[in-house]
Nanobody, 127 residues
Framework: QVQLVESGGGSVQTGGSLRLSCQASGDTLSRYCVGWFRQAPGKEREGVAAINNIRHTSYAEPMKGRFTISIDNTKNTLYLQMNSLKPEDTAMYYC?????????????????????WGQGTQVTVSS
């Protein structure tokens, strides 16, 4: 099974950028559908973006145009480039992997579709 470790979180001001990384081991990410989720204090974990084995991507509506999900198969690493960050983006961010599936423009990843999770990396955006 795949193990996932996130990194790249931190504190930035409104309008800043961060790039999150998710290093996989134990299996090849390209065999899975992989996604990013986030969870703010007191809120449920929500889907942010997903990418499948044929590089189809999708984003939750608030992230469209600001976030970019990508995967480097040579490094077995998933990325999330986050630009134009807002205070409401403050959350713990998690990467996750699940069975390969179709991903289309309107698809928002759901927690119950993903089996393997990282430990999370904190993103804090100040105004």
């Amino acid at each position: 099974q795949v193990q996932l470790v996130e990194s790249g979180g931190g504190s930035v001001q409104t309008g800043g950028s961060l790039r999150l990384s998710c290093q996989a081991s134990g299996d090849t990410l390209s065999r899975y559908c992989v996604g990013w989720f986030r969870q703010a204090p007191g809120k449920e974990r929500e889907g942010v973006a997903a990418i499948n084995n044929i590089r189809h991507t999708s984003y939750a509506e608030p992230m469209k145009g600001r976030f970019t999900i990508s995967i480097d198969n040579t490094k077995n690493t998933l990325y999330l480039q986050m630009n134009s960050l807002k205070p409401e983006d403050t959350a713990m961010y998690y990467c996750a992997a699940g069975p390969t599936r179709g991903v289309w423009a309107g698809y928002v990843p759901s927690v119950d579709e993903y089996n393997y999770w990282g430990q999370g990396t904190q993103v804090t955006v100040s105004s």
